[in-house]
């Protein structure tokens, strides 16, 4: 297991954050955020971008919390995100601070730039998205206190790869990131930083195929993505994380019997020896849906069953609990 990073709180210093200069960016916050809900903006590349930030209500004022950024998935919004994805119960329950940046694109319907493969207009339009989460998390630190030491990163399909940029791309920036259907849309760069890596994926997702391959395409679209099949990523990530060996089956969740859960069961994959923790909740059953959300029906034919077998937001938040003491 790697180091984990100095906690950092007041003053925060956050290098180029903001502008990405190499001097650093110290900040001070004056004060706390209230509990509940706000929204903020940046100013960043000519645009105007938002993020929502939920902040738990039993904190002690001052106190310089975790963060943990939540990616939508393309063709969503911060807000979409917010409402379904549990993670604020999981800021509620262990004094975190949830974050959901917005991505960019017209009427609600948003996408990530998470590399030469993926997604829409950000990607197409060359959106500078890493710039954009370091401003975001510049700019909540000039808001409230941060724990520079235990920024996480988590996301669905698009956000999932967006997950995957910043643990290559900006690996100075986030202790962990736990993708969730999707993966890497582009090779690793052997000389990256390791960081520690849950990936969440069915092997029966329609969308962000598992074994790799064209993708359908997006609704109301007809964009479509080649996606690179989930065990080659891991294999790469495996040997960017220095890991001693194939991965091991850790945790099995037997198949569920009733209701729309039959037939749906998991297991949990685990790389001995690395030197950043990698893991893998390969599901057999459900399809592209952000598991621990029940979607309705009509939303299953484009995506595939739903599943309640496993708690995306509570998995990921384990995994950045156990790999930075973050508990």
């Given at each position: 297991?790697?180091s984990?990073?100095?906690v950092?709180?007041?003053p925060l210093?956050l ?10 960016v ?5 004060q ?10 940046v100013?960043?590349?000519g ?8 902040v ?11 963060v943990?950024?939540a ?19 999981v ?7 949830a974050?959901y940046?917005?991505?960019t694109?017209?009427?609600?319907v948003?996408?990530?730039?998470a590399g030469?493969?993926?997604?829409g207009?950000?990607?197409d ?9 370091r401003?975001?998390v ?15 990163a988590t996301?669905?399909?698009n956000?999932g ?9 900006a690996?100075?920036?986030?202790a962990?990131?736990a993708p969730?259907g ?6 690793v760069?052997?000389?990256?930083e ?7 994926h069915?092997?029966?997702d329609?969308?962000a195929?598992?074994d ?8 109301m679209?007809?964009h479509r993505?080649e ?12 040997d960017?994380n220095?890991?001693?060996?194939p991965?091991d089956?850790?945790e ?14 998991a ?9 950043a ?8 059953g ?5 598991p621990?959300?029940r979607?309705n ?8 069953p739903?599943?309640?077998i ?11 609990a156990?790999?930075?003491?973050a508990?």
């Amino acid at each position: 297991m790697p180091s984990v990073r100095a906690v950092l709180s007041v003053p925060l210093i956050l290098a180029g954050c903001a502008t990405g200069a190499a001097d650093p960016v110290v900040v001070e916050p004056t004060q706390a955020l209230t509990p509940g809900d706000h929204t903020f903006t940046v100013g960043h590349e000519g645009r105007t971008r938002s993020y929502l930030v939920h902040v738990p209500t039993d904190v002690a004022s001052g106190e310089a919390l975790p963060v943990v950024l939540a990616f939508h998935g393309g063709g969503g919004n911060a807000t979409q995100f917010k409402e379904s994805s549990g993670l604020d119960a999981v800021a509620e329950r262990e004094g975190v601070l949830a974050v959901y940046p917005d991505g960019t694109g017209l009427a609600g319907v948003h996408t990530w730039n998470a590399g030469p493969r993926c997604c829409g207009s950000a990607r197409d339009q060359n959106v500078d998205d890493v710039g954009f989460v370091r401003a975001v998390v510049a700019d909540l630190a000039a808001r409230t206190p941060v724990d520079a030491g235990r920024i996480f990163a988590t996301g669905h399909s698009n956000g999932g790869g967006m997950s995957y940029r910043l643990a290559h791309d900006a690996a100075d920036l986030v202790a962990a990131v736990a993708p969730v259907g999707g993966a890497a849309m582009g090779p690793v760069d052997a000389t990256a930083e390791p960081v520690p890596l849950l990936h969440i994926h069915s092997v029966d997702d329609p969308r962000a195929l598992y074994d790799g391959g064209l993708g359908p395409p997006f609704p109301m679209t007809n964009h479509r993505v080649e996606h690179r099949a989930v065990p080659e990523v891991l294999a790469e990530r495996a040997d960017l994380n220095r890991c001693g060996g194939p991965p091991d089956v850790a945790e099995t969740i037997p198949a569920a019997t009733l209701g729309r859960d039959a037939g749906h069961w998991a297991e949990r994959l685990v790389w001995p020896g690395c030197a950043a923790p990698l893991e893998h909740w390969r599901l057999h059953g459900p399809g592209h849906g952000w598991p621990g959300h029940r979607q309705n029906r009509a939303r299953e034919q484009i995506v595939g069953p739903s599943t309640l077998i496993l708690s995306a937001a509570d998995e990921a938040w384990r995994f950045f609990a156990a790999v930075a003491g973050a508990g």
